[in-house]
């Protein structure tokens, strides 16, 4: 199997890593987090001139039609630069909802917007007691004429304060764990009965926690079945997993590259510590961890286009449980081999180690995926 990149491919890794080279250093990223919602609309302005934000959309919508590689490669960059603007949540997760199953309609109202840099947005899902089960909702979506009435809470909604339009899970029938009677709905984040309460989250990003009261839309707000749509669900958020997951390779990447060249001057007795034979295997087991990591990112990619969506979901598990594991490894090594310095909020080691960690609890930790491969039998 060819595992290198294509002419393409390649020319698009070179493109944003060029651009986040210019103008995403540590410093500057300590600009941007004091912007409203946490992240620049410059540089989101600059991912939009080069393609990026209409990467993964159909080139009859007006995207470029990329597929899981180029969205990884993406993601790997975001990862190493320590991006904070919300391409998982715009791009990924919300351009996922519309590409698999939104109307023309939907797609002509909202595409565009995200392509040009215009719009963002946010995926409302997380309850006060569902933990990583998607199916667990209480927030509910009564009739009402021809339209809907959406009642419910929501928490840590990633980009939740800055996002135009929010793409909201709610109950059209059933009790609150049944699988079916599950819909998701297009509502704009100013409607009437949204209040929304920002914060920053412990990696730097910004979410809200999010009432809706009464909140009426109409029945062109649905997206695909709205009595029937955790399969579409589980679609989406298992591609936000494989993204997390280059996310993921790429931090692990620069947290690697960055500790090598601080025990490489960091002096001790005289000595760079980077001599010592101890540190240097421990840099070692760093390096295979984010290589182990890096395959199995390669394996969730290539899995997405698996037909087969039990196939699908458990090589993604898989993957996330390699993740979690070497994000942790090397992480805590990183931290370790800064010494006190790495835990200073000065020190950048420190801020791939929050986000690193954030990941690992996104859509589901370690032990939960491992559950989840335990109980299809494995990944063979």
Known sequence: MDFDLSEEQRLLKESIDGLLTDSYDFESRKKYMKEKGGWSQAVWGKLAEQGLLGLPFAEADGGFGGGGVETMIVMEALGK???????????????????HAGSDAQKAAHVPGIIDGSKTLAFAQLEKNSRYDLFDVSTTAKKKGDGWIIDGEKFVVLNGENAATLIVTARTRGDRRDKAGIGV???????????????????????????????????????GNPEDSLALIERVVDEARVALCAEAVGLMDESLKTTVEYIKTRKQFGVAIGSFQSLQHRASDMFVAAEQARSMSMFATMANDFENAKERSNAVAAAK????????????????????????????????????????????DTDYHQRRVADAGGLI
């Open 81 to 99: 630069a320590l991006v904070l603007e919300p391409y998982l949540a715009t791009v990924v997760i919300g351009g996922g909802f519309l590409r």
């Open 321 to 364: 449980v390699q993740i979690g594991k070497s994000l942790k490894f090397v992480g805590q090594q990183s931290i370790q081999l800064h010494g006190g310095i790495g835990m200073t909020m000065e020190a950048k080691i420190g801020h791939y180690f929050k986000r690193l960690t954030m990941i690992e609890n996104t859509f589901g």
């Open 185 to 223: 709905f297009l509502v704009p984040a100013n409607a009437k009965g949204v209040t929304r309460k920002s914060y920053p989250t412990q990696d730097g990003l910004h979410a809200a926690d999010i009432t809706f009261t009464g909140v009426e839309v109409g029945a062109d707000a649905a997206i």
